[in-house]
RNA sequence: CGGGAUGUAGCUUAGUUGGUAAAGCGCCAGGCUGGGGGUCUGGAGACCCAGGGUUCGAGUCCCUGCAUCCCGACCA
């Protein structure tokens, strides 16, 4: 019974990551595009969720959604020096369409800010201060050719949204800026149990065209960090013309011609690969309850009698009815056949296939499902049924009456989601070193931890302990970090610090 | 884009000094089978990444290309 092995994370956690996914049923596949991945069913699902979590949090916020050209024209892109210096290298571009040479190439978009002007400025949409705030966002993909693709976290094309905001005053924007970086924080922490830090990138790692990029970033199990989302502060950038005449404008209040302040913000796709980096085990990947597309499989134990196992079917179909609170069962045509689904405030499956139980387990295990419940004859001649997390020993397999089990389904979801951010952050704080010299600093890095560290400020130095330590960066400063760092010296260079805050340091995906 | 590795059935792999391919898992049919991938019997399934070349003959040797993975550069 030669079972696929996943490489243990000690051993190899780049591969582990590799196996992970590659065993998770239904999550995603290779495609004939280089560097492109197809998202199965629960990769989707996974996007999904995080939609569904952000949309109408961005409307309560009073964004519309819009739609804009996956193209754009090469004469927009060329406006923007610093923007283009940073996208035209990874850009892909359409020359040739509907059978001849385009008179101007295209660019597929890698980011919209210029599609996002061209539109605030038609139609007269902001003439006045009372047309502003302008809130809107677009959910869509874009395609940035990266010299290293990796599963989710880093594709060719992805999936994400963009916000692009324009404000009357910097401060508005400002504040509305951060208020989305908040919102995108809850979203880890809360849906996806990833604990983030809240900071500003340093200039260096700005985005290409921003004044201030905000940030959150995460650690993931093998102490690496990555960059969960981001918020912009465009500011007048994008809106003024190389000549200084601004592309959008309005009247303020005292009858002044005034050019707006712009933002920008988004998360991606890649929070997927986050989720699957920072709790997945040697089983495979872990989903967090409230990111999951199902909550709770029921598996059926089938025997020989035929119509005992039709009543098993049925008392597994009215449990997972009464665990939704859905009286609607459908059943699932996508990979497999033979699951059936239903969808309420918990999303109940049934794998009703015919196929032993260790088969369907195993199955559960390697998509990550939090809970699985086992029913068969015997336990319905108790009235009961057996629940198992995803994430705790098998030993805990809790066995519950089948009226208590929609309680105890609550109770365990609500647990674990809490288990998985307690872990993640435990592993965190943990890993965080605050090295007073370059060799300490090295240590650190190399035992796979973040560093909180003084920071001269100078390009010399982040090539140096990019150089020297292979491949550390400088993450952020964070929000809520102590201004403590006036009169320390940076470790990498023995020069006094620049900042009043340390900055963290870390490898970073 | 540089360095390294790999590319044989859906998956993981075996293919000896070149003679048109093997196994396990999975899949299909049927038994026995209840709690982390059980077991028995029978069966379907690959022209060996692509394109050239050497050769009477290539999965096996040579060249080129492509793809994937690892390391690096690049990366909102």
């Known amino acids: 019974m030669a079972k696929q092995l996943i490489t243990p994370r000690a051993l190899n956690f780049p591969q582990w990551y590799q196996d992970v996914i590659a065993h998770a049923p239904d999550l995603y596949d290779e495609s004939p595009v280089?560097?492109?991945?197809?998202?199965?069913?629960?990769?989707?699902?996974?996007?999904?969720?995080?939609?569904?979590?952000?949309?109408?949090?961005?409307?309560?916020?009073?964004?519309?959604?819009?739609?804009?050209?996956?193209?754009?024209?090469?004469?927009?892109?060329?406006?923007?020096?610093?923007?283009?210096?940073?996208?035209?290298?990874?850009?892909?571009?359409?020359?040739?369409?509907?059978?001849?040479?385009?008179?101007?190439?295209?660019?597929?978009?890698?980011?919209?800010?210029?599609?996002?002007?061209?539109?605030?400025?038609?139609?007269?949409?902001?003439?006045?201060?009372?047309?502003?705030?302008?809130?809107?966002?677009?959910?869509?993909?874009?395609?940035?050719?990266?010299?290293?693709?990796?599963?989710?976290?880093?594709?060719?094309?992805?999936?994400?949204?963009?916000?692009?905001?324009?404000?009357?005053?910097?401060?508005?924007?400002?504040?509305?800026?951060?208020?989305?970086?908040?919102?995108?924080?809850?979203?880890?922490?809360?849906?996806?149990?990833?604990?983030?830090?809240?900071?500003?990138?340093?200039?260096?790692?700005?985005?290409?065209?921003?004044?201030?990029?905000?940030?959150?970033?995460?650690?993931?199990?093998?102490?690496?960090?990555?960059?969960?989302?981001?918020?912009?502060?465009?500011?007048?950038?994008?809106?003024?013309?190389?000549?200084?005449?601004?592309?959008?404008s309005f009247l303020n209040e005292k009858e002044e011609r005034t050019v707006p302040y712009y933002d920008s913000w988004a998360v991606s796709s890649r929070l997927i690969g986050a989720m699957i980096m920072t709790h997945g085990d040697d089983d495979g990947i872990v989903i967090p309850p409230k990111a999951a597309a199902v909550q709770v499989c029921i598996l059926p134990i089938f025997g020989p009698d035929a119509a005992e196992n039709e009543k098993v079917l049925k008392a597994v179909r009215d449990l997972a009815v009464s665990i939704s609170k859905s009286k609607t069962i459908y059943a699932v045509h996508g990979r497999a056949n033979g699951f059936e689904e239903t969808a309420g405030e918990i999303t109940v499956r049934i794998d009703a296939r015919d196929a032993r139980l260790g088969d369907k387990t195993f199955h559960q295990i390697r998509m990550g499902t939090p809970i699985r419940i086992e029913l068969g004859a015997r336990d319905l001649a108790e009235n009961s049924c057996m629940i198992k997390s995803r994430i705790r020993s098998r030993d805990d397999a809790q066995k519950v009456s089948l009226s208590d089990a929609p309680k105890a389904v609550e109770k365990m979801l609500d647990e674990d989601q809490k288990t998985l951010f307690a872990r993640a952050l435990e592993k965190r704080s943990k890993n965080i070193a605050e090295p007073e010299n370059f060799a300490d600093l090295k240590a650190a890095l190399e035992a796979g931890q973040w560093a909180l560290v003084a920071w001269d400020g100078t390009k010399e130095t982040v090539e140096k302990l990019k150089a020297e330590t292979s491949g550390g960066t400088y993450r952020c400063f964070a929000f809520d970090g102590k201004e403590d760092a006036n009169g320390m010296m940076d470790p990498v260079s023995g020069k006094p610090s620049a900042f009043a805050k340390r900055i963290y340091v870390a490898k970073a995906y």
């Open 34 to 248: 280089t560097g492109c991945i197809t998202f199965g069913p629960l990769g989707t699902r996974l996007w999904q969720s995080i939609r569904d979590f952000l949309d109408p949090r961005f409307r309560a916020m009073g964004v519309e959604n819009i739609l804009l050209p996956t193209l754009i024209p090469e004469s927009f892109f060329l406006r923007e020096k610093e923007h283009v210096e940073g996208f035209a290298p990874e850009a892909a571009v359409v020359t040739h369409a509907g059978g001849s040479k385009l008179p101007e190439p295209y660019y597929v978009r890698p980011t919209s800010e210029l599609l996002f002007v061209d539109w605030y400025g038609r139609s007269g949409k902001v003439q006045s201060y009372r047309d502003l705030p302008l809130l809107v966002n677009q959910w869509g993909s874009v395609v940035r050719w990266e010299k290293r693709p990796r599963a989710f976290l880093r594709t060719t094309e992805f999936y994400w949204h963009e916000g692009h905001c324009l404000f009357a005053t910097k401060e508005q924007c400002r504040t509305f800026t951060l208020g989305i970086l908040d919102l995108f924080a809850e979203l880890c922490e809360e849906v996806l149990a990833i604990p983030v830090i809240r900071g500003d990138k340093p200039s260096h790692e700005k985005f290409a065209g921003a004044d201030n990029t905000f940030t959150i970033e995460s650690m993931m199990q093998d102490g690496k960090a990555l960059q969960m989302g981001t918020s912009h502060m465009l500011s007048q950038n994008f809106l003024i013309d190389a000549d200084g005449s601004p592309r959008v």
